[in-house]
């Protein structure tokens, strides 16, 4: 990874999509530093310090009970957690060697190489179900109001829409039919050439 841009690397994809797992394996390969929005917001509403070094990703956090509450709120505050995370992450993809993966990063900045990691509904809720030991019936339903409640809370606060404006991205994987591993391997591909 010789070129500067290759440093700065945002990955996007809606709940169950891989977006975190595939930025552990290319922080790992390419020895970049790892952000985990989600782990930024989850510490600010609970009253946490922000620990960069170690952000955690989700694992079946946001379809708890705490989880499902905490991001209810937020879609309805004025200035919500993710304003205060988004200055620090746009801080953090400026600073380079690093990977985030975010809903919304792709359109807050112009910096790095965006990707986008698309996986149809039924394939996302299935990986919830797995993650967060949970139906499959109940994992399509919080995966479907969590896509629709943080694509409005964006619009509300930014004017974007992450399910329409995908024309920021420099490169888009279809998720639904590979593995973790065809999808990391996809990834490293494009990023290597």
């Known amino acids: 990874m010789k070129h500067n841009i290759k440093n ?28 985990h929005p989600s782990g930024i917001v989850r510490n600010l509403l609970e009253g946490k310090k ?16 705490k989880g499902i509450y905490l991001l209810k709120n937020r879609l309805n505050e004025e200035k919500p957690a993710d304003m205060i995370s988004d200055k620090i992450i746009i801080k953090e993809i400026n600073r380079g060697n690093v990977v985030i993966d975010s809903w919304n990063l792709p359109w807050l900045t112009n910096k790095g190489i965006k ?3 698309k996986a149809n509904i039924s394939t ?6 797995k993650r ?35 024309n920021v991205f420099d490169h888009i994987i279809n998720t639904n039919k590979l593995t973790k591993r065809e999808v990391f391997e996809k990834i490293c591909d494009y990023l290597e050439k």
């Open 8 to 35: 700065k690397i945002i990955l996007f994809g809606f709940a169950g999509s891989g977006k975190s797992t595939i930025a552990n394996l290319i922080s790992k390969k390419f020895k970049l530093r790892l952000i």
């Open 50 to 65: 922000v620990n960069l070094e170690n952000t955690k990703y989700n694992t079946g956090f946001w379809e708890t009970k």
């Open 115 to 117: 990707i986008y990691l």
């Open 124 to 129: 996302r809720a299935k990986r919830v179900a």
């Open 132 to 166: 967060s030991k949970i139906s499959y019936k109940k994992a399509l339903t919080l995966v479907k109001k969590k896509d629709e409640e943080t694509r409005q809370l964006f619009k509300r606060i930014y004017g974007f829409d992450i399910k329409k404006d995908l």
